[in-house]
């Protein structure tokens, strides 16, 4: 064993298979003395026009990155208020969440481990350009763990 504290990535979408994915990684976390950073990339790809050169507003922009900040707050909150765990950090990026979460990130922070839902919440881009969680299970950097159950390893919808 290093002597590198060890920090859990977990990517988050605003999904029930990230947020269960969120609560094990806190779990997890909590039980190792790890550190939590969680992520939220916004994929700005899926606002071009058709001619892939129209850009989105700053004002679209300011406000998605707005709505993230919000959410990425409320799961510090809710693991403060059910799991008393703090060692966390929130961070919005921007771009292709396939390459961010499977390498960039994990570049960046150095984490040992990535904690994320099987399911995200954009079944479109999952039938056309493949699944982000089996991407970054296959091309990360580092181990993944494939949350499909509750914190009591229940089964969810």
Do not use: C
Request: no cysteine; hydrophobic share 40%.
């Amino acid at each position: 064993m290093t002597d590198v504290k060890q920090s859990i990535l977990v990517p988050v979408d605003g999904s029930e298979s990230a947020e269960k994915a969120f609560d094990k990684a806190v779990k997890i976390a909590k039980n190792n003395g790890s550190h939590v950073d969680v992520l939220n990339v916004i994929d700005t790809r899926q606002f071009m026009g058709e001619m892939q050169d129209t850009l989105i507003s700053g004002d679209t922009i300011y406000q998605m990155t707005q709505d993230s900040e919000e959410y990425l707050k409320s799961l510090l909150t809710w693991a403060k208020d059910n799991f008393d765990f703090e060692d966390i950090d929130y961070h919005i990026r921007y771009g292709s969440p396939k390459r961010i979460i499977s390498y960039d990130f994990i570049k960046d922070h150095h984490n040992t481990l990535v904690v994320m839902g099987a399911t995200g919440l954009n079944a479109v881009e999952r039938m056309l350009m493949g699944s982000v969680t089996e991407y970054v299970n296959q091309h990360a950097l580092t181990d993944v763990l494939i949350v499909r159950t509750d914190i009591d390893n229940k089964p969810f919808k």
